[in-house]
């Protein structure tokens, strides 16, 4: 859809919406201040979003310093789950509307009951709104069970269309959502404060309303710019992030990325001497800051990526 088109239906009342946000609250984003949860929620409503949402990584620590009742806040979680024996590798789910104790019983299943239908039960006994996050991104596993996804898209009411990984894989998550009846949203998943870069339309006065009509397919998903424009100025502003951050923070983070090319990156920056001294530490920024916009660091994981792609085509081929 056109920005033009998404502009019109935003004057008509339409709610816009980036359903996968990170804050600081998440392990693997930059601890500075421009990322805490506060600031990040008065950028999201700056920028137009209707229902903000925060869904950090098995954590809801961003409603404990915002408060759980925020007007236009919607809580919100990213969980993992790992179940060996129905799937055998981990998944994420975005989880949306849930207090402090269904978080907490959610956990439970997932970190030591590691029972996916129980999770998945939970989830609807308790009528929570929840996306299956990513589909085709997996986190160095080994081999991921391309065979099991189409089931675990049967299970959820909406999938994801993820701006960090290839156009190839969203479309084929995209074709999968229509063919099985699913509801798809657009998102950024961003860990630098980029929210808003891609979003889903929907109807709705209340997050509820909106969320209902997606599971309807009552909506339409805003992208512009492409997974390469996308991902280059993401890591653009982890750089501009990392070299913010004072020695210590940066020495006891642990960066991750879930994009290895990424990780290299800013593995470096983190453990390079030369950020002792302000003069070179700022050239060092430079530097790094021009080479992820030349899009070198993209291409490369965008290579990377293609044989998987040519593997999950093959898998789902054989099950058509």
Known sequence: MSAEVAENLLQEGWKK??????????????????????????????QGLDFVTFTDHDTVKAYDLLGWDKERLV??????????????????????????????????????EHDFKSFIHYLKAHDLPH?????????????PNL?????????????EYNMQNLAEK????????????????????????????????????TF???????????????????????????????VE??????????EDMNFTTNIQSF?????????????EFPRLNNLAMKFFRNFSRSGLPVYMYMRTEKPLVSKIEKVLNQMS
């Open 263 to 275: 990780d290299r990156i800013i593995s470096l920056i983190a453990n390079e001497k030369i950020r």
């Open 170 to 205: 969203n479309l084929i998550t995209a074709t999968l959502a229509r063919k099985y009846g699913k509801g798809l949203v657009a998102t950024t998943d961003s860990h630098t404060g980029g929210m808003g870069a891609v979003y889903t339309l929907a109807k709705g006065e």
């Open 208 to 238: 509820r309303e909106y969320f209902e009509n997606i599971k309807k397919g009552r909506s339409y998903i805003v992208v512009e710019g492409g997974t390469k424009r996308y991902l280059t100025k993401e890591l653009i502003s982890w």
């Open 147 to 159: 065979w099991a996804i189409p089931e675990l898209i049967k299970q959820f009411p909406v999938v």
């Open 75 to 112: 809580p919100g979680v990213e969980i993992s789950i790992r179940d060996p024996e129905y799937i055998g590798h981990t998944i994420h789910v975005n989880v949306f509307e849930l207090d402090s104790e269904e978080f907490e019983e959610l956990e439970l299943i997932a970190n030591q």
């Open 17 to 46: 919406v980036d359903l996968h946000v990170h804050s600081s609250c998440s392990y693997d984003v930059p601890p500075v201040q421009t990322m805490h949860p506060s600031v990040l929620f008065k950028k999201a409503r700056s």
């Open 241 to 250: 992030l990392v070299f913010s951050m004072d020695k210590q923070l940066r």
């Open 131 to 143: 996306i299956y996050n990513h589909p085709f991104q997996f986190f160095n596993e080994g081999s």
